[in-house]
């Protein structure tokens, strides 16, 4: 079955230090995209990247960081320059010029700060 | 820019109807989403709508005003497991593909 994967589901920090969370898809989607999201906030995107080795800040980048190398895999690492990254994590991807069928979501990762 | 509102939360009763709005302004609009997202998963898809009308599926029916920019979400005969969040998103036009932008969701609880 295809799919969008995110690990681990429950991810634990402890103040400054760096965590990659992992997002890998297999529907051959080009486009994929990271959101966080806090209660009464909605989805918030951080950054997003539409083909292979680019990728473009979005809303809140402020503290992360990705990498397209592979075009299943685009990897979020939260950096220790996020002043309050405790938050639940949503990968999605999509295919470009197929509006219609939306993003597909990996079940979350949640990060807390320990 | 894109600005999306929708209520925070409602309150229904099982086997009622319910309708969610959603307004919204935005530039380059391709159409508009409605996703259900239970607490602590992943957002599905529920409906699509990019003319102006009304969509039914099942239980669901969603319609869309482009004129207005307004849409609402309709749920007939409530079950206790609608109880989720119900999230609006609108697509609209970037550089070379599309992107969607997200109300901050809609939480519903259905009561006995």
């Known amino acids: 079955d295809g799919g969008i994967t995110q690990s681990p589901k429950y991810l634990f920090r402890k103040e400054g230090q760096n965590v990659t969370l992992s997002c890998e898809q297999n529907l051959n989607h080009d486009a994929m995209y990271w959101y966080r999201q806090d209660p009464g906030q909605g989805l918030r995107l951080i950054y997003y990247?539409?083909?292979?080795?680019?990728?473009q800040k979005g809303d809140i980048a402020e503290g992360y960081s990705v990498s397209r190398e592979k075009k299943e895999s685009f990897p979020l690492t939260v950096t220790s320059a996020q002043k309050n990254p405790t938050a639940f994590y949503l990968c999605a991807s999509s295919m470009n010029f197929r509006h219609r069928d939306g993003y597909t979501f990996g079940s979350g990762t949640r990060l807390t700060v320990v | 820019g894109q600005n999306i509102d929708q209520p925070t939360e409602m309150t229904a009763t099982e086997g009622a109807i319910v309708q969610i709005n959603c307004t919204y302004q935005?530039?380059?609009?391709?159409?508009l989403f409605w996703y259900q997202q239970h607490a602590g998963e992943a957002p599905t898809f529920l409906s699509y709508n990019v003319l102006d009308g009304l969509e039914e599926k099942g239980r669901f029916s969603s319609f869309l005003s482009r004129s207005k920019g307004y849409s609402y979400l309709l749920l007939k005969e409530l079950q206790m497991k609608d109880s989720a969040s119900y999230l609006c998103a609108v697509s609209y036009s970037g550089a070379g593909s599309y992107q969607l932008t997200f109300g901050k969701g809609t939480k519903l609880s259905v009561i006995p």
């Open positions: 935005t530039s380059g609009f391709n159409g």
């Open positions: 990247s539409q083909i292979v080795n680019d990728f």
